[in-house]
């Protein structure tokens, strides 16, 4: 009897001992899984967050470009904002983002996001976005098995901040060395603003899914003929050096494929930057036409920066423009080839 009740309080221990490691593996197996859920959630809510932040940064830029009134600016990209997130899952769930989470600011340094101004509305050119997970907004992040010990949700939330540059200088040789897709074609300033305005054509389409321009069709947004064209200029068409003086058939090719390249900076002083009065002057090149319609041709669909010209004096090779601004525009088509008023280089 005596053996008998002392293998038994052994057994007895051995299936106690058993039993709590497994109750111990199996805590330790939830807490691994609802951390992990919860860790997954926290990233999809700061991708949400970015999202929504570069979106309404964009929608900022537009409606201050379209000349909105500041109202206007701020409903427009509080409406972008709240969309963008809301196309985000964030564990299998859409997210909304109250008005009062999406701010407009200013950031004078894009390096301190947590210096945002929202004194100043005519200044603004920052976007702060946050996405939120608690009982009031969202709900919380559900938990599975820390249930059993009392934990039914967890909150989180992020922000994302999101700025443009409004007061840019002028383009210099990156640091990395590489080159900055400029085009050597210069438009004048009135053609630019009609753009903006509404005058123009839109007889191309741009698809941004599958990146491919049609001649065939309309995408609501216009376009002008960037070359060549009539400058004020004779002998010129709107060619600028940017870069060694006179550029060759070659140089020009090589500048619409691939940009202006560090050495073409270093030839004009290292950079383009606008003078205290917001000008800067390139020369103007006589230019070649069919001679670049291939390299033309071969960028179709692809967004590049052009200089726009307030004035221009003297002819052909000794042609000066005084640039005003430098925009940005997506080639849509080229002819370069038959009669003088059939050629264009859309954008």
């Not at 999202?51 to 900022?60: I, P």
């Not at 301190?112 to 702060?128: E, G, H, L």
């Amino acid at each position: 009897m005596s053996y008998k009740r002392t293998y038994r309080r052994r057994r007895g221990n051995v299936i106690v001992t058993a039993v709590f490691g497994l109750v111990v593996l199996v805590s330790v197996t939830a807490i691994v899984v609802d951390l992990g859920y919860v860790h997954n959630a926290r990233a999809e809510i700061q991708r949400s967050a970015d999202a929504a932040a570069l979106a309404a940064c964009w929608e900022l830029a537009e409606q201050y470009a379209s000349g909105q009134t500041t109202e206007t600016v701020a409903s427009q990209t509080t409406s972008e904002a709240a969309g963008t997130a809301n196309a985000n899952e964030i564990c299998n769930e859409l997210p909304t983002v109250p008005n009062g989470d999406v701010e407009l600011g200013y950031l004078a340094d894009f390096s301190a996001p947590d210096q945002f101004d929202t004194s100043d509305p005519t200044n603004f050119n920052a976007v702060r976005v946050t996405v939120t997970r608690n009982q009031q907004t969202n709900g919380q992040i559900r938990t599975f098995f820390a249930r059993a010990m009392g934990v039914n949700g967890l909150n989180a939330d992020s922000t994302s901040t999101a700025a443009i540059v409004r007061d840019v200088a002028g383009i210099r040789t990156p640091e990395d060395g590489s080159n900055v897709d400029i085009l050597p074609f210069a438009l004048d300033l009135d053609t630019w603003t009609d753009l903006e305005n509404g005058i123009g054509s839109d007889s191309y389409a741009y698809d941004p899914e599958t990146k491919t321009v049609s001649s065939c069709g309309s995408d609501g947004i216009l376009e002008v003929n960037l070359y060549p064209q009539g400058t004020g200029s004779p002998g010129n068409r709107g060619t600028v050096d940017i870069g060694p003086a006179n550029n060759s058939t070659n140089d020009i090719a090589r500048q619409i494929l691939y940009g202006i390249s560090p050495s073409d900076f270093d030839a004009i002083g290292g950079s383009l930057e606008f003078d205290a009065n917001g000008e800067l002057n390139l020369n103007g090149d006589t230019g070649i036409s069919a001679g670049v319609k291939d390299e033309l041709a071969a960028i179709i669909g692809q967004t590049r920066v052009i200089p726009v010209f307030g004035s221009v004096a003297g002819n052909g090779n000794n042609a000066n423009y005084t640039i005003v601004k430098l925009v940005g525009v997506r080639i849509m088509g080229v002819k370069l080839t038959g009669p003088m008023k059939k050629k264009h280089l859309t954008v």
